[in-house]
């Protein structure tokens, strides 16, 4: 790819800290990028010199070309150090393009700025392997995040207002106001309020000739403030927001009620950015996003609200996905962030089919799913591929010695802490005992009948014994090839090797299947992936899961995939529980079902949507230098 440099790394030296090298590296125009890929300039949105936006219209320019090779990256069950995925699938896009000149498109998730501020940091990838310019990657980009989260809390406030108005008004008042009656105009039905028409059996458009029972029934959602599921967002770590009273004000007339507030990437509009295919898919997933009940049980949806255009306005240009580089100057889309723990984990559907497109037939697109492969991955084929229709073509499984020692039973490791000798020298018995855990994911990915190559991604304490051991390993359990990288060290030139064995890999047969049809039960769904992929014995449920299981089932929402919002740490739903755990029972604490999205999410154990801030958060390290205006600290 002509736009691709090799980078100019003097191995006698520490590696700098990731912002210093980024900050080292003039990026190239994102027009060169754009050029470079075959698009006009009618064809993006300049944000800057170094971002743009794609137009979704690429997809039917490019139509007739056949996609690219599909690789999804994700990893075994890591520490809270995290343990270089996204460095992986940037060093591994990287020596595709930049060494091995092969077309490639990395296409990762827009970070959170909770993490970002909190404790771990920002998601551009690391060392020699990242994706720039880091600072916008990690600090807002073009805005979607925030996008996001003005849909999103639009939704919330015509909840409590439709409840509130629904409260103090007559049916006549509702009526006369929704419709307008004494303007200047004549009264009228926008073309929401006549979908809401047709949902209840009323063929009419003239405000003027419905009956008083008509008026009743349209103008009640008769909202069970109860029953209210979808909550408020914002995209900063604030445990205070985890639970609170809204309607306190004079104002409000004393209807208060318990809510609470989620982070922006668990917000169902940011699972909807990931999973749609296209405006108008977009558009409708907005619409049957379910909100809570009314008093008699009903489903009460944004179409119901009347709020979907509104939020379709609000999403229009977030749903194009972000052109970026990479350090080496390899193309990349950063779109839509949904955390794999809480939600699907993946970048959009979208930006992986325009990807695939311009790479085409003898190119790489090489995707990525949050946290293990018993999260993400497994949401990536059970959720994305089912919505988007893609088949991929070869898994890279990351991997460390240093995971592989705490799943062995070494000492925890904490962010900010000292590692414990255990990790910094060599222990064969710790890592043989953690392969387990290897072992088990390995397993997990060959269920889908997928190739995959295990990425060893090299710390500078990893000796040959350890890494020989996992590599041995991998192999002997189905892996088509184990390889040590040091891309955060070496750049792409670090990751020559894995790019080969997945370019390989790629060629070799693939039986993709899916983990469960949809016709089986939520349980049986829920089962099937608590079994099969976590090992356990299996699923308890609690009153409220039950429950809600029934509730959804009734109102026809059986047939949708499972989105499992568990621990990333463990294959079972206690962090304590390393390697590959047996003989547990996986606790369903809650079911939740998001409609518009399309899936149904059971809370295992106890899951939090509102991450908190550490003691000692990384705003500490965050500052702007006033004289040169640059970001100094951001990881």
């Known amino acids: 790819m002509s736009c691709t440099r090799k980078l ?41 010199q170094y971002e743009a936006k794609v137009h979704l219209s690429v997809l039917e320019k490019f139509k007739n070309r056949p996609n690219g090779k599909y690789v999804d990256v994700t990893a075994i069950s890591p520490t809270p150090l995290g343990e270089g995925k996204t460095t992986t699938t940037v060093g591994l896009s990287q020596a595709i393009g930049a060494h091995l000149g092969k077309k490639v498109f990395t296409c990762i998730r827009q970070p959170s700025l909770g993490p970002v501020f909190g404790i771990k940091g920002g998601a551009a990838g690391g060392g020699y392997s990242q994706i720039i310019p880091m ?49 200047k105009e004549a009264p009228y039905f926008t073309p929401i309020m006549i979908k809401r028409l047709k949902k209840l059996g009323i063929n009419k458009t003239d405000p ?62 940011m699972a909807i950015l990931a ?9 409708e997933r907005l619409g049957k996003i379910v909100i809570g009940t009314s008093k008699s049980g009903e489903p009460i949806t944004a179409d ?11 999403m229009k240009d977030a749903l194009m996905p972000n052109l970026m580089q990479t350090l080496e100057g390899t193309p990349a889309f950063v779109h839509a962030g949904p955390f794999a723990n809480i939600a699907h984990g993946n970048s959009s559907i979208i930006a992986d089919k325009i990807a695939l497109k311009l790479v085409g037939s003898d190119g790489y697109v090489i995707t990525e799913s949050g946290f293990g492969a018993d999260m993400g991955m497994e949401k990536f084929f059970d959720i994305k591929c089912r919505y988007s229709g893609l088949i991929p073509d070869a898994v890279v499984l990351v991997t460390t010695v240093r995971a592989l020692k705490m799943h062995g039973g070494g000492p925890k490791v904490t962010p900010g802490q000292p590692l414990d000798p255990v990790y910094t020298e060599e222990n064969l018995e710790l890592v043989e005992k953690g392969c387990a855990n290897l072992i088990a994911h390995i397993k997990n990915v060959k269920q889908f009948g997928m190739p995959v190559v295990v990425a060893i991604n090299k710390f500078k304490y990893d000796t040959p014994a350890e890494i020989e051991m996992i590599r041995k390993t ?50 049986e769904k829920i089962e099937t992936i608590a079994t099969q992929i976590y090992g356990a014995d299996g699923v308890t449920y609690s009153p409220e899961a039950e429950k809600a299981i029934e509730k959804y089932t009734k109102a026809g929402f059986g047939n949708l995939p499972i989105c499992m ?71």
């Open 474 to 523: 991998a192999i002997a359990t189905g892996a088509e090839d184990a390889v040590i990288a040091n891309h955060w060290a070496q750049g792409g030139a670090g990751a020559v090797e894995l790019a080969k064995a997945v370019v390989a890999a790629c060629e070799k047969p693939r039986h993709f299947k899916l983990l469960y049809p949809l016709e089986a039960s939520i349980k």
């Open 8 to 48: 100019k790394i003097d191995p006698n030296k520490p590696v700098p800290s990731d912002i210093e090298i980024a900050q080292s590296i003039e990026p190239m125009p994102i027009r060169k990028i754009a050029e470079d890929l075959g698009l006009s300039e009618t064809e993006y949105n300049l944000y800057g």
């Open 208 to 269: 003027n000739e419905l009956t008083p029972e008509e008026i009743k029934r349209f103008v009640r959602l008769d909202i069970d403030p109860e029953a209210v599921t979808f909550r408020r967002v914002i995209d900063i770590n604030d445990r205070y927001l985890r639970g609170i009273t809204v309607g306190e004000s004079p104002g409000e007339k004393g209807y208060t009620r318990k809510t609470a507030f989620d982070i922006s990437p668990a917000s169902e509009i």
């Open 275 to 283: 999973l749609a295919t296209d405006l108008a898919d977009m558009r």
């Open 565 to 635: 919002a568990k621990t990333q740490y463990s294959l079972a739903g206690d962090p304590k529980l390393v390697g590959a755990p047996k003989g547990f029972m996986l606790p369903i604490a809650d079911v939740r079902a998001s409609v518009g999205a399309g899936f149904i999410f059971p809370l295992v154990g106890t899951m939090t949507t509102m991450p908190g801030l550490p003691t000692r958060p990384g705003f500490y390290d965050i500052d702007l230098d006033p004289k040169t205006g640059k970001v100094i600290g951001l990881s």
């Open 304 to 314: 119901d609200l009347g709020v979907t255009g509104a939020l379709a306005v609000l």
């Open 135 to 183: 600072e916008d990657f990690n600090l807002h980009l073009t805005g979607d995040m925030h996008a996001v989260t003005a849909a999103n809390n639009l939704l919330a406030a015509a909840i409590d207002i439709r409840y509130f108005h629904e409260s103090t008004q007559t049916d006549e008042q509702l009526f006369h106001h929704l419709c307008k009656f004494g303007g």
